[in-house]
């Protein structure tokens, strides 16, 4: 513990960032931005290496590290050795942000289709049998994760565009919000922190001259936020977020996603979340705005 302390003098700035996660859920991609954003990553780091990771960092005597390690812990033996690495890495003075991404079974069925590859855990069964077993393993770490992730609805590059904003350069917003769009028949967003129901707003899809469009569009987001309820909604809204922001800020939380739902997920939830960032971003808070269902129908 000592010998930690003294070293933290010169790696005082150094970030640990530990990825993983279920099997196909976009650990991968995530590594890859992290590696163009400047992290030294490693890639399929067996968990009992951690703490050797973390080692090399304090003898190589340079500050502002950033390091990822991106860790598979599909069996029981090595998820044993990621609690005991994780517990070892605190007790030395770090405090590395574990970050989880994951997707629905049914995402995850289609990506191993898609490249014809079984499921690692599925074994003589079904796909299906070896994603159960591999979330039934990763629950309670999914659970204790700093961060989630949801790739359900991403494609790579809105799932790049979400890790750049979660490992934005130093010195930006104190806390990040990624205010994430989406249709409620496509399922609510696994990641989301708060979840807000547009469906009491009238549907722009039954109007004829506004279906083709989005909320993107200023004639629909003129119409939806021109509705009555919308603006003492939206008002309502960053009233809440107020006093959650500076609670999110005293906890060391770092990064909030917000969700808006409506129908599909194109046109009422769209405009609000549009307007929800535009009024949110600010020097303190860094906004990214995601449409995971846009052009899904």
């Not at 049914?106 to 994603?131: A, N, Y």
């Not at 800020?249 to 194109?266: D, H, I, N, P, W």
Request: hydrophobic letters at 40%.
């Amino acid at each position: 513990m000592r010998e930690r302390e003294a070293t933290m003098t010169d790696s005082a700035h150094s970030e640990m960032m530990i990825v993983t996660g279920m099997s196909g859920a976009g650990r991968t991609t995530a590594a890859n931005v992290l590696e163009d954003q400047g992290w030294y990553v490693v890639d399929n780091l067996p968990p009992q290496l951690l703490t050797q990771l973390a080692d090399l960092v304090d003898k190589s005597g340079e500050s502002d590290v950033r390091v990822a390690a991106v860790v598979d812990v599909r069996s029981r033996a090595f998820f044993t050795d990621f609690r005991a690495g994780l517990e070892q890495l605190r007790d030395n003075g770090w405090r590395p942000s574990v970050v989880f991404v994951d997707a629905t079974d049914e995402s995850l069925v289609r990506r191993f289709e898609s490249v014809r590859r079984p499921h690692p855990l599925q074994g003589e069964g079904r796909m299906l049998d070896g994603i159960t077993r591999e979330r039934e393993l990763l629950r309670d770490l999914r659970s204790n994760a700093d961060i989630l992730i949801d790739t359900s609805g991403l494609n790579v590059h809105q799932l790049s565009a979400k890790v750049q904003e979660l490992v934005g350069d130093k010195g930006g917003p104190d806390l990040r919000i990624a205010v994430m769009s989406f249709g409620f028949k496509y399922g609510i967003p696994l990641d989301a922190d708060l979840v807000f129901d547009m469906r009491f707003l009238p549907n722009p899809f039954w109007n004829p001259e506004l279906r083709p469009f989005s909320g993107k569009d200023e004639v629909v987001s003129d119409f939806v936020l021109g509705q009555p309820g919308a603006k003492e909604f939206l008002d309502g809204v960053l009233s809440l977020l107020e006093p959650m922001t500076e609670g999110y800020l005293r906890e060391g939380r770092s990064y909030v996603t917000l969700a808006v739902g409506c129908t599909g997920g194109k046109h009422r939830s769209v405009a609000m979340a549009e307007a929800l960032a535009k009024q949110l971003r600010s020097e303190r808070l860094g906004t990214l705005v995601v449409h995971r269902d846009l052009g899904r129908e």
